[in-house]
């Protein structure tokens, strides 16, 4: 496929301003009726017209009622001659839904019919300039069995519905907003509807509809709830209302991704919308959460203000989870709870996006080039893209960065835009910040791949009180950018004492101490703070409070100031950052050295007192008492040997459980929730905590033989009142190799065998379970040929194997090359099914030339022979080329 590049941008030729289009509904085929009313951009010379089509079956082609000239060209339709700078053209195609296993375009799932668009679908459902800068006005005819498909749907408002001949109907829908054709949607199936009117702070109600099959209704209380909160938040905080008279969702058992944007309809994937006590767990419940937030917010910053090109992807996607993981923290209260999603952010950057960043597919938050755009929906333009924003939120306030939002909408409301204007924004509605006063330096984080790299050291002058702090920062090259320029860190700091005494910053050249907490705005290779006036020499700094910067930080702490932090550090963040650190740093060594792994005594002792501690959160103690995993772990060092990680880890936790054992029965009994489920932090945070005392107990307990604790768990896992409790009790069996895990899955399978959301954790489960001499690796090969097994239910596929490949590390990773072997054989199989999940799959083995022999040389094996398929998706080739570069 051609390297498509951001240099190369030109506006379109035409402007599609109306797409009339009707839909003739059939699952084998359906029959697409478009007419474009067209107008020539004459800022440019005369060019032909040309339109993007992908599977289609083309019928014919009018330009203002009249048969035209044109001709096919690849992927395109070209006119080379319009008459006029202003026309209509009516096209009709035809398309089969049931044979489109890529469930991107028009698809069937489940008896009806529902589209994907973004990024490039609506080209696979009729003829269209299908680029984000185009925006058009949307009127859509659905006619259709009535039986088959009682709900008809799409963007906008329904205008007219009744009646036709032989058992049809139809709906025509209006959407006023002009929007990109990726924004599209359409859906024809058997639905019922939770429905809800609310009153937005203008006095305009507004209906709120959330789509399921019959029988989930019960299921969608939560998302509902969700939604509106997230209505009345962006309300609240940004001051941007509702500005449709219905708001639809629905959900989908088959969908690639978690849902879709769509104005007016969002599309869902049924993981993100359906949730009861008894079938979700608190994750599921959370995800349901930041999920309906992040469609919902996404319709100003997106659709009400989208990208200029698919470059541009961060400027929405960047923003919108900055906005989600806002909200969630909102929802979540108190301090401590906010402290916890933060912690579960980073987390999630710092496994996802830092492997990513540097691995083959590391590429810039705004990308320069790509051959498939499916492929740049990632950690990068997703999670270091909220970060970046986070950065500027840091660096302007939580005010300045409301005022830098209401310019960006006054300056762009309507247009499709680029990255470099949200920053500008921001920088103007803030003339005086370190942002405005930098930008171009901020900016290269736009520009720039890879994790920078900061090295800190601190130096202390007893007799004059000052303490010096120097730092320095880089940036290893990565494809086609061999030298990097520094970028802007804003670094937020506490400096502490000995005892943990948080001491009063004044820096150098300041009359008077300003608090004992700020932000250091570094801008250079290396730079120096110089605090005076303290008290002693003895100074543990606490760097990066709450990750205020996403790079790899070394800052030569000793495991004695990382123990003060993690016993004493007001931000919570870096207590539970210095817990980490400890834990790496003890698998480190075990990695370098032959003896048994084995933690210092005086950290199992800090784990202790955290764990005992009467004045922390639950929550935030099984976040703290959680070694690092194995794939954070991996990214970190060189070289890496996941059998021995794994090992290392594995006794870690052995010691953990017998030395912890009878804080862990404590905290067991202690943090039992009583009363009703509630999905809310404080519950979660106590179910997670007892799950976690629950599996060190079990483990315990298996290595020792006494089947207490193991029976207690099977109990539980019969009993529980809830979903998350089942869970937590089955895989306590399961990663501890119980005996009475089998019985545990007979039985999760038997009662669940129709929830299909439910199926796909009894997958996942065992996907992920903690290997032990292969019995894992094998269970998942034998899953393979499970009855309720598909490879085409994007759920299914991911709940086992991207289980095995993106979170378990040991099953997947094996010295006879065995994993490999599976994977690739699962790539080309997936990928002649639905490109976009097998790419996504491919990536599974990204990061090969980090791994230790023989690994490295098996998957660089594997992955040449996916290489060597001719017929590979252009997605899936973009990954693989990458890969092997
Ligand atoms: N914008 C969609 C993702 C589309 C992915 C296309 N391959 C969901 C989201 O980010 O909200
Ligand atoms: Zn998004």
Redesign the pocket.
């Known amino acids: 496929a051609p390297l498509i590049r951001r240099e190369d941008y030109l506006a379109p030729a035409y402007w599609i301003r109306r797409a009339d289009l009707c839909f003739d509904l059939d699952a084998t085929k359906t029959i697409v009726s478009s007419k474009l009313t067209i107008e020539r951009n004459t800022t440019q010379d005369v060019q032909p017209l040309k339109l993007h089509g992908e599977d289609l079956n083309l019928l014919r082609v009018l330009v203002d009622g009249h048969s035209v000239s044109f001709r096919q060209e690849g992927a395109l339709l070209i006119i080379d001659a319009p008459a006029a700078d202003a026309f209509t053209l009516e096209i009709r195609n035809t398309v089969s839904p049931e044979k489109n296993t890529q469930l991107?375009g028009l698809y069937a799932s489940g008896g009806g019919l529902y589209t994907?668009c973004?990024?490039e679908?609506f080209r696979r459902i009729t003829f269209f300039q299908d680029r984000p800068d185009v925006m058009a006005v949307y009127t859509v005819t659905l006619r259709g069995d009535k039986k088959k498909y009682p709900v008809l749907l799409s963007n906008g408002n329904l205008v007219e519905q009744g009646e036709l001949d032989a058992g049809r109907h139809y709906a025509k829908w209006h959407d006023p907003f002009p929007k990109p054709s990726y924004l599209f949607a359409i859906v024809a199936a058997n639905l019922v509807a939770r429905e809800q009117w609310v009153r937005t702070r203008s006095g305009k109600d507004h209906l709120l509809q959330i789509f399921v099959k019959r029988g989930d209704l019960d299921k969608t209380e939560h998302a509902m709830n969700s939604l509106i909160a997230s209505i009345v938040w962006d309300e609240a905080r940004f001051k941007l209302p509702l500005d449709l008279e219905r708001f639809m969702i629905v959900a989908v058992d088959d969908f690639?991704?978690?849902?879709?944007?769509n104005k007016g309809l969002n599309l869902f994937n049924t993981k993100f919308v359906l949730a009861s006590t008894a079938t979700a767990t608190d994750v599921d419940f959370d995800g349901i959460e930041s999920?309906v937030a992040?469609?919902y917010f996404?319709n100003w910053t997106?659709n009400r203000i989208t990208c200029r090109d698919w470059f541009q992807l961060s400027l929405?996607?960047g923003l919108?989870v900055f906005r989600d993981q806002e909200f969630s923290m909102d929802m979540a209260g108190s301090a401590s709870a906010r402290a916890v999603r933060r912690i579960g952010d980073v987390r999630t950057l710092r496994e996802r996006q830092f492997p990513e960043d540097g691995g083959p597919m590391a590429h810039p938050v705004r990308p320069d080039v790509y051959q498939a755009?499916?492929n740049f929906?990632t950690a990068t333009v997703?999670e270091k893209g909220a970060e970046l924003v986070r950065m500027m939120h840091t660096l302007v306030g939580r005010e300045g960065f409301a005022a830098g939002m209401g310019l960006y909408f006054e300056r762009h409301d309507g247009q499709a835009v680029t990255c470099d204007e949200f920053a500008q924004a921001m920088a103007d509605a803030n003339p005086h910040s370190a942002l405005a006063q930098h930008l171009d330096v901020f900016k290269r984080w736009y520009a720039q791949a890879g994790t920078p790299r900061l090295v800190a050291h601190g130096e202390s002058d007893a007799e004059s009180g000052r303490y010096t702090l120097r730092l320095s920062q880089s940036n290893t090259p990565s494809a086609g950018q061999p030298y990097k320029q520094p970028n802007l860190l804003p670094i937020a700091i506490g400096l502490l004492d000995r005892n943990g005494q948080p001491l009063q910053l004044q820096l150098e050249g300041e009359d008077a101490p300003a608090g004992t907490e700020r932000v250091l705005v570094m801008t250079e290779a290396e730079q120096s703070f110089t605090f005076i006036g303290l008290p002693t020499a003895d100074v543990v700094p606490s760097l990066l409070r709450g990750f205020s910067a996403p790079v790899l930080l070394k800052d030569g702490l000793s495991d004695a100031d990382l123990l003060v932090l993690m016993a004493h550090d007001t931000d919570a963040f870096n207590r539970w950052e210095a817990a980490q650190r400890l834990g790496v740093n003890a698998l480190r060594a075990a990695l370098t050295h032959d003896d048994t792994p084995v933690l210092d005594a005086a950290f199992v002792e800090a784990l202790r007192t955290l764990l005992r501690d009467p004045s922390l959160d639950p929550a935030f103690k099984e976040l703290a008492l959680t070694l690092p995993s194995e794939i954070y772990v991996a990214d970190l060092v060189e070289n890496i040997d996941p059998q021995r990680l794994h090992a290392a880890r594995e006794a870690m936790l052995d010691q953990l459980a017998s030395a912890l054992q009878a804080d862990w029965a404590w905290a067991f009994e202690h943090y039992q929730v009583r009363g009703g489920y509630l999905p809310n932090a404080e519950q979660s945070g106590q179910r997670a905590l007892t799950n976690l005392a629950l599996a060190m107990l079990v483990r315990h307990a298996v290595a020792s033989g006494d089947n207490v604790w193991p029976g207690r768990a099977y109990q539980r896992f019969k009993d529980a009142s809830n979903m998350t409790d089942r869970l937590g009790a089955i895989e306590a069996l399961v990663n501890a190799h119980a005996e009475l895990a089998t019985p545990a899955l007979e039985r999760m399978h038997a009662l669940f065998k129709d929830e299909a959301l439910v199926l796909d954790k009894w997958f996942a489960l065992q996907g992920r379970a903690a290997e032990r001499g292969g019995k894992v690796f094998a269970r998942i090969k034998q899953l393979m040929q499970h009855p309720d097994f598909t490879l085409g239910n994007p759920n299914r596929a991911r709940a086992l194997l991207f289980s095995l490949t993106a979170m378990n590390p040991a099953a997947f990773h094996r010295t006879d090359a065995a994993g490999y072997v599976f994977w690739a054989d699962r790539v080309i199989e997936l990928d002649a099914i639905n490109p976009?999940l097998a790419s996504r799959f491919a990536r599974g083995l990204d990061r090969w030339r980090n791994l230790a022999e023989p690994y490295r040389s098996a998957a660089r094996e594997a992955i040449a022979r996916v290489a060597a398929k001719p017929e590979l998706s252009g997605d899936t080739r973009e990954i693989i080329d990458r890969a092997l570069q």
């Open positions: 991107s994907q973004e990024a679908g690639n991704m978690g849902a879709m944007e999920v992040h469609e996404h997106g929405k996607e919108t755009i499916d929906y997703y976009q």
